[in-house]
């Protein structure tokens, strides 16, 4: 297990590469160019320039979350093809300084989605929460318009003067079934895949989040089938999955510990987080400890440990301590605590069961 923290960038992120270096065991960052429109081929010497800050605290740049997938490419347009092509224009890129995964998401419209923020847990820290019957059922315009009402619904990433577009992308949804978004995903597949083959690249896509459909818009990663059926879709070692516990971990139908028993050798990139999840449907993120939430995350790192992963991890979100701001789910305290524990983990069934002196799954 490689781990690796998620840093947004120099100017856009509380956290310091000083501060991540100072994390026992984490060998490189999680990085991406955030201000790059999706669809646009990342420049050459802005990627060296990420390259050459983390070089200095001697982090390495392998794992890259998210290069982002055109709306166009996810709705199957005739103007996909140019886009496909800066996707791949990118990824020659960022072969050159070194990078060997790529996490990326097929979610219509939204990527991660949660009502409320800063939710107060009963210690005092606040966390992301998930109100289910507020999202269930709302049809996309009703939806806009509880916005446009000024209510305290939260969509990460939708300013206001960008929810016209909002309304533009649900008209073009409408039409589009999950068979349709599968054909589109398999299509934007075919073209990168062999692309990263060649780079020596994966792709790793992550599980939508939260794992259901959610304003009538279609959302396909979300079980343990349907990851299977990703995997077929393109039969490469280059397909790979992202597999996060925390975003397949809101549905708790979703057995992520059998999910690491059968894709295992195509994962090579785990978000390993806890969530609590409640029995109308609600979920919060909690802390990483398996008996603060209801995924098991002892048994995850088990079940990684059973078959020797030796791909990337980080702790995914955290909760917000001790009076830190931060970006939301992405402090510096509770993601360090969230690694200790993963080591913890780890270090234990190392002890017990040596890697390199295992015979057979147990
Ligand atoms: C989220 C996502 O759950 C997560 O990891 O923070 O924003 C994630 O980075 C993207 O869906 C990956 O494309
Ligand atoms: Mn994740």
């Not at 065991?25 to 990420?50: N, T, Y």
């Not at 992202?242 to 999910?259: K, R």
């Not at 969530?275 to 609600?282: A, C, P, S």
Request: hydrophobic residues 40%.
């Amino acid at each position: 297990m490689r781990m690796v923290f998620r840093w947004f960038g120099e100017g856009n992120d509380t956290v310091s590469l000083g501060q991540i270096k100072q994390i026992p065991g984490v060998e490189g960052i999680v990085w991406a160019l955030h201000d790059i429109p999706a669809g646009e081929a990342w420049p050459m010497e802005r990627i060296r320039e990420v390259h050459n800050q983390a070089a200095k605290f001697n982090l390495h740049l392998d794992v890259v979350e998210s290069v982002n997938v055109h709306e166009d490419i996810k709705l199957g347009l005739s103007t996909r093809d140019q886009y496909i092509q800066n996707y791949i224009t990118t990824m020659e890129r960022l072969a050159q300084v070194g990078v060997k995964v790529i996490c990326y998401n097929f979610m219509p419209v939204f990527d991660w989605t949660r009502t409320e923020l800063h939710k107060k847990m009963n210690d005092g820290s606040t966390a992301l929460f998930f109100e289910k019957s507020r999202i269930d059922g709302i049809d996309p315009f009703t939806f806009v318009e509880q916005i446009n009402q000024n209510s305290t619904l939260t969509m990460p990433g939708w300013e206001p003067e960008r929810l016209s577009h909002l309304t533009s992308l649900f008209e073009a949804y409408k039409d589009v079934s999950s068979e349709d978004l599968w054909g589109h995903l398999a299509y934007f597949l075919k073209a990168v895949v062999p692309a990263a083959e060649r780079l020596g690249i994966q792709m790793a896509i992550h599980p939508d989040d939260p794992p259901w459909p959610i304003f009538g818009l279609p959302r396909i990663m979300t079980s343990q089938e349907n990851l299977r059926r990703l995997l077929a879709l393109v039969d490469s070692p280059s397909n790979g999955i992202t597999l996060c516990s925390g975003s397949l971990g809101a549905n708790p139908d979703n057995d992520i510990i059998a999910m690491i028993h059968e894709f295992h050798d195509r994962i090579p990139f785990a978000h390993i987080r806890n969530v609590r999840v409640y029995d109308n449907g609600d979920f919060i993120e909690t802390s990483h400890r398996t008996q603060d939430g209801t995924v098991d995350i002892t048994g995850i790192v088990k079940a990684y440990h059973d078959h020797s992963f030796s791909g990337y991890a980080r702790p995914d979100h955290g909760r917000h301590l001790w009076g830190e701001e931060c970006r939301p789910g992405y402090g510096l305290y509770d993601r360090a605590l969230g690694i200790m524990y993963l080591w913890g983990l780890w270090d234990a069934l190392e002890r017990i069961q040596p890697m390199d002196r295992k015979e057979g799954i147990v």
